[in-house]
T-cell receptor, first 115, second 110 residues
Framework: GAGVSQSPRYKVAKRGQDVALRCDPISGHVSLFWYQQALGQGPEFLTYFQNEAQLDKSGLPSDRFFAERPEGSVSTLKIQRTQQEDSAVYLC?????????????FGPGTRLTVT | TQLLEQSPQFLSIQEGENLTVYCNSSSVFSSLQWYRQEPGEGPVLLVTVVTGGEVKKLKRLTFQFGDARKDSSLHITAAQTGDTGLYLCAGSGSARQLTFGSGTQLTVLP
């Protein structure tokens, strides 16, 4: 009955380092979303999975960003060669269905700081 | 591109006062959701409205979806300090992902 969990909760990376952010969705949820939230702003869409298929990655800001969900459950967002503008909170959300009207439930986020 | 504008961006009121937050767009949404987010946490879903003109009440919170499904409002009656937080509206249209507004930071003072 647990909600969406994310790890680590906080990550500090030196510019140029690679990072991997993990999301454990609610058990049985088909859809998984990644969002990026800058300080004081609303979340912005990055990418969307339905089961293991990445159906939309139009929000990924550059080819340094890569996401996967190989078994249709846990997902990892990887950022290569991090830059200062990547500093943000990365939120994961899951929903029980594949349609737009299914409600999304969010994890607590990973706060990434690139120094 | 569907955009949602929220107003006001910041709101500071005394406990017991009423307030309204607005969420407006030039685009039609199939549904609209309101979330509340506290520091260090993810957004928590408050309500989903799907029908034009729909009004939903959640204790002291009243949510309204515009007739044309382009705008929404959140009204809080007799605000309490526990209502403090970032309020976000989010719309879903043809795409599965949510489009979020920029948020309203509400501070309720004792």
């Amino acid at each position: 009955g647990a909600g969406v969990s994310q790890s680590p909760r906080y990550k500090v990376a030196k510019r140029g380092q690679d990072v991997a952010l993990r999301c454990d969705p609610i058990s049985g949820h088909v859809s998984l979303f990644w969002y990026q939230q800058a300080l004081g702003q609303g979340p912005e869409f990055l990418t969307y999975f339905q089961n293991e298929a990445q159906l939309d990655k139009s929000g990924l800001p550059s080819d340094r960003f890569f996401a996967e969900r190989p078994e249709g459950s846990v997902s990892t967002l990887k950022i290569q060669r991090t830059q200062q503008e990547d500093s943000a909170v990365y939120l994961c959300a899951s929903s029980s269905g594949g349609g737009a009207r299914y409600e999304q439930y969010f994890g607590p986020g990973t706060r990434l700081t690139v120094t | 591109t569907q955009l949602l504008e929220q107003s006001p961006q910041f709101l500071s009121i005394q406990e017991g006062e009423n307030l309204t937050v607005y969420c407006n767009s030039s685009s039609v949404f199939s549904s609209l959701q309101w979330y509340r987010q506290e520091p260090g946490e993810g957004p928590v879903l408050l309500v989903t409205v799907v029908t034009g003109g729909e009004v939903k009440k959640l204790k002291r919170l009243t949510f309204q979806f515009g007739d044309a499904r382009k705008d929404s409002s959140l009204h809080i009656t007799a605000a309490q300090t526990g209502d403090t937080g970032l309020y976000l509206c989010a719309g879903s249209g043809s795409a599965r992902q949510l489009t979020f507004g920029s948020g309203t930071q509400l501070t309720v003072l004792p």
